[in-house]
């Protein structure tokens, strides 16, 4: 839309900004009670959300590897619970992950793993860390929430805060 950014590795601290936090943003859904000071904490907050929407429908929660698994019967699996939350007479059929580089626009793109970016990575890493606790400990406990497979889901978000940069290290 025309808006310049500022330089990534200036998004730390109070700069960071609160909107990417996104399990913020499935709280205020409503499908956790709000009342226990760790779940604020794993938010970010210290208290809770005073505009909560409290939905009364079930969510649908997806990891966004899990649709691109290289696991064919996962894949199969997670078309099958899709359609079956949305109600569809007939399956979904798998996605195609289609990589076009003539409309991608890499001119965004950073690489994280350069020192420069390290105060940045630490701030996501520990985001990705409260995401993942907090799905598991307080949102996918809730019989409103929804997910395929949901050992193999767990799996993934327990991953959201492992440093990618080491793995980097290490294949190299």
Request: hydrophobic letters at 35%.
């Amino acid at each position: 839309m025309g808006n310049k950014l500022p330089p990534a590795e200036t998004f730390v601290g109070e700069k960071f900004p609160p909107g990417v936090r996104f399990h913020e943003h499935l709280a205020r859904i409503g499908k956790t009670d709000l009342s226990d000071p760790k779940e604020y904490e794993l938010l970010g907050r210290t208290q809770p959300e005073t505009k909560r929407l409290n939905l009364t429908g079930k969510v649908f929660l997806y990891e966004v590897a899990q649709p691109y698994d290289e696991d064919q019967n996962r894949v199969l699996a997670y078309c099958e619970d899709l359609s079956n939350f949305l109600g569809l007479s007939q399956m979904l059929e798998p996605m195609q992950a289609i990589r076009d580089d003539k409309r991608a626009d890499y001119h965004y793109k950073i690489d994280v793993c350069k020192p420069k970016y390290k105060a940045v990575r630490e701030e996501l890493l520990e985001m990705g860390r409260n995401a993942s606790q907090w799905l598991q400990e307080y949102f996918l406990v809730h019989p409103d929430v929804v997910v395929s497979s949901p050992e193999h889901f767990r799996t993934l978000v327990q991953t959201w805060g492992t440093d990618p940069c080491l793995e980097k290290k290490e294949n190299l």
